[in-house]
């Protein structure tokens, strides 16, 4: 899937953020659709069935939250990327829980916005094929053989450890909410102290330097991202 062939829904009421988006997004060869409100951007999904959503939370009709439950609660599997001024993490992570594959906040950075954009849709292909090696630097993960490798030595992890990296490879890219992943690995009920102990440890086990991790990223009030995504071997086609 190139650029050009992807179809981007912009959902803003704000017309400069819609012109910037427009502009930007159009230059890096995608396809735009804008809508200003909640009720045109449900009328814009039937009649175009984008391929990723870009998302204000403060629309005037229906907010971007309950936009977005909507969405979940229905099955859509459709990316969406809020962009919003809300810049409190409960604000962060309630969007991230309610189904967002990610957040960025106004006022941003076009270069930033489109390589959240290209993660996500990456990630959506990912989702479509079987990937049984995850790379990306020195860093190794056979998911099938459940082997983990930093710069060609096998690295031996403990059962959480292990499951821990398994769910951010599975969602590489993305930020993963601190609850999420306690669910992911814990079913939810265990304290978020564990999660930063284990997380802790499993940095020391593949990080270069753990204080400055490169692999696994802290999300200040959120949760981890994993690093960008690099698959091998290729056997779908990547968002060029």
Request: charged fraction near 25%.
């Amino acid at each position: 899937m190139t650029n050009s062939s992807v179809k981007i829904l912009v959902v803003d009421d704000e017309p400069p953020i819609r012109k910037l988006l427009r502009l930007g997004l159009s230059t890096q060869g995608y396809s735009v659709v804008e809508a200003t409100n909640a009720t045109a951007a449900i009328e814009q999904i039937a009649l175009m069935q984008p391929d990723l959503i870009v998302l204000d939370l403060g629309l005037p009709d229906l907010s971007g939250y309950e936009l977005l439950r909507r969405w979940r609660d229905e099955g859509s599997g459709l990316p969406v990327v809020i962009l919003s001024s809300r810049t409190d993490e409960g604000g962060i992570v309630q969007a991230l829980e309610l189904g967002a594959d990610d957040y960025i906040t106004k006022p941003f950075g076009m270069n930033e916005l489109v390589a959240r954009i290209h993660v996500a849709l990456r990630h959506r292909l990912q989702q479509q094929g079987e990937r049984p090696i995850f790379e990306t630097g020195g860093l190794s993960v056979d998911l099938v053989k459940r082997i983990v490798k930093v710069d060609g030595k096998e690295v031996k992890l403990s059962p959480k450890e292990y499951e821990i990296l398994r769910v951010l490879v599975q969602h590489a890219g993305k930020a993963l909410t601190h609850r999420f992943l306690l669910a992911q690995v814990w079913g939810g009920s265990t304290d978020v102290q564990y999660l930063r102990v284990y997380v802790r440890q499993l940095r020391q086990k593949i990080e270069r330097l753990p204080d400055q991790p490169q692999y696994i990223t802290t999300e200040t009030g959120v949760g981890y991202r994993l690093r960008e995504v690099e698959w091998t071997p290729a056997q779908a086609t990547e968002i060029e």
